[in-house]
């Protein structure tokens, strides 16, 4: 998969390395030619050029990325440009990076529905999750274990978890099942996850839930594909 990544400060230099390790072509986008350069040998591609600059932005193969991450965090003012040109230049999945209640309301009115905030959610998880689609969120608990949030696979789908049997298949444990729902508050449409209590063997999958698991990533990633 092919990434763009604005601003290469320590959370964008983490995410673009991360990504590249993971195999994905990276492309880090930063106005500051040292932090360019200290990147050069270690993603995929660098370029140095202002983010807010519509002609050398449009430059880019947003087309042909399968998202765009603004990690711009110390300038807002050029994040939210940034953001606003991308979302202009109908760029097909932004993701935009939040460093104050201020910056989240105005992506919020952009109609950007991905934002990360660092300070909560780490490049690593970030990396996780933009390498497996089906990843909603994760958390890693030990080298060993983590907890992974994902999409109910369509093949379980109407059945219980007794009839499921992912412990005994995968070697996971069922933590819960949300249930994801876009909800309007203050005339911004928001995405919110609601918990269904302890999973139990009586448990239907439904489509467009989430389950909670635990366990070893090579072995979620079995249950995922």
């Known amino acids: 998969m092919k990434y763009i990544i604005f601003g290469l400060g320590s959370f ?3 995410l673009a390395v991360r990504l590249t390790e993971l195999g ?13 350069e200290q990147l050069k040998d270690r993603i995929t591609h660098t370029v140095c050029m202002d983010c807010t600059d519509v002609n050398a932005v449009s430059s880019l193969p947003l087309r042909d990325a399968d998202a765009v991450i603004v990690a ?8 939210l440009l940034a953001t606003a040109l991308l979302k202009q230049l109908k760029v097909k999945k932004i993701i935009g990076r939040v460093v104050s209640d201020l910056q989240k309301t105005v992506l919020e009115a952009m109609q950007i529905e991905e934002y990360i905030l660092p300070e909560e959610e780490s490049a690593e998880r970030l990396a ?7 990843i909603v969120d994760s958390f890693k608990v030990s080298e060993k274990y983590s907890i992974i949030e994902t999409k109910v696979p369509e093949r379980y789908i109407g059945m219980t978890l007794a009839q499921a049997d992912l412990t005994n298949r995968y070697n ?3 933590l819960t099942v949300l249930t994801l729902s876009k909800e309007s508050e203050n005339g911004l449409v ?14 239907v999958l439904q489509e467009n839930e989430v389950l909670v698991l635990f366990g070893e990533l090579k072995d979620i990633e079995k249950l995922m594909h």
């Not at 996780?128 to 089906?134: A, P, Q």
């Not at 995405?191 to 302890?198: D, E, T, Y």
């Open 12 to 14: 964008g230099k983490s």
């Open 24 to 36: 994905h072509e990276t492309i880090g986008v930063d106005n500051n030619m040292q932090k360019v």
């Open 72 to 79: 711009i965090g110390e300038d807002e003012r050029s994040s």
């Open 128 to 134: 996780m999750r933009l390498d497996n689609s089906g």
């Open 172 to 174: 996971v444990i069922v």
């Open 190 to 203: 928001r995405l919110f996850k609601r918990a269904s209590g302890i999973a139990t063997p009586h448990t």
